[in-house]
C-alpha cells in the first residue's frame, strides 16, 4: 500500500526520523527506511539536511542481515550488559556515519539517569573494545537520549550567547564530554560577534562563550 507521504528532512536522520513518527503517530523502531539524499553544499542553506524515504511502516522481518562486524559488536554489548546485571538489550539501528545501537529493556532508567552517564560509560568501553584493524565508532542511543539531548545543548548555547551579547562577560558552562563540547561549538561556529573555547585538561572540559575580539 503507497504511504501517504514517504519524504522527510532534517538536520540528521534522527531528526528526519523523528518528522515521520510524528506525522504517522510511530514509533521510530517501525519505520523502514533508506537515506535518499543529503546536501554537501557549502555554501546553501540547507548544509547538512538529510532526506530520508520512508517505505514501510512496520516491524523489520527477522531475516534481515547484519554485516558479521556489527554483529559481533551488538554480542559483545549484549553480553557486557548481562555480565553487569542489567536488563536491557542493544539492537543494531543503523549506520550513519557511525555505527547505532538502541538499548532498550526494563534498566534504561538507570541509562538516562545523570545526564546519561552510564550510556556514555558503555559507548566508550565497546568502542575501547573493538580491535583497531575494524574502522568502526559506535553510537548508543537510548529512547532518543542523544538526540534531545544536542537540541538541548543547542538551546543552552543560543541562551549562553544571548547573556554575553547582552552583559559582555565571558559565560562558563559545566564541564563537559568531547561530545558535548562539540554541540556547543557548532551551534555558535557562525555567529559573527560570538567565540568558544573549550578550557581544561582530561575528558571532561568547560566550553567558554566570549565576545569575539576584533581584528
Known amino acids: ?7 522527510f528532512s532534517g538536520r540528521d536522520v534522527e531528526e528526519a526520523l523523528d518528522k515521520a513518527s510524528q506525522y504517522y503517530n510511530v514509533n521510530e523502531s517501525l519505520l523502514q527506511y ?6 554537501q553544499s557549502l555554501f546553501s542553506p540547507l548544509k547538512g539536511e538529510v ?3 520512508i517505505e514501510r511502516i512496520g516491524k523489520k522481518s527477522s531475516r534481515r542481515k547484519v554485516p558479521g562486524q556489527i554483529k559481533n559488536v551488538e554480542t559483545m554489548l549484549n553480553d557486557l550488559f548481562k555480565m553487569a546485571n542489567l536488563d536491557v538489550k542493544a539492537s543494531y539501528r543503523h549506520t550513519n556515519g557511525s555505527v547505532e545501537f538502541d538499548v532498550s529493556g526494563k534498566d534504561t532508567d538507570l541509562f538516562l539517569d545523570k545526564n546519561g552517564t552510564l550510556l556514555d560509560a558503555f559507548q566508550y568501553l565497546i568502542n575501547r573494545m573493538i ?3 575494524v574502522k568502526m565508532k559506535v553510537i548508543l542511543e537510548c529512547e532518543g537520549f542523544r538526540r534531545n539531548r544536542v537540541r538541548e545543548l543547542q538551546d543552552m548555547a543560543a541562551k549562553a550567547a544571548e547573556k554575553v551579547r547582552d552583559f559582555g562577560k565571558p559565560y562558563l558552562f559545566s564541564p563537559m564530554n568531547p561530545a558535548e563540547r562539540r554541540q556547543i561549538h ?5 555567529d559573527k560577534m560570538i ?3 573549550s578550557l581544561g585538561d582530561g575528558h571532561y572540559k568547560r566550553v567558554k ?4 575580539k576584533r581584528g
Do not use: C, G, W, Y
Request: hydrophobic share 45%; proline share 3%.
Open 186 to 190: 557548532l551551534a555558535l561556529q557562525d
Open 51 to 53: 532526506t530520508v524515504k
Open 209 to 212: 562563550v566570549f565576545i569575539k
Open 34 to 39: 533508506r537515506v535518499v539524499a543529503r546536501d
Open 1 to 7: 500500500m503507497a504511504l501517504e507521504k514517504s519524504l
Open 195 to 197: 567565540s568558544t573555547e
Open 131 to 133: 580491535p583497531r584493524n
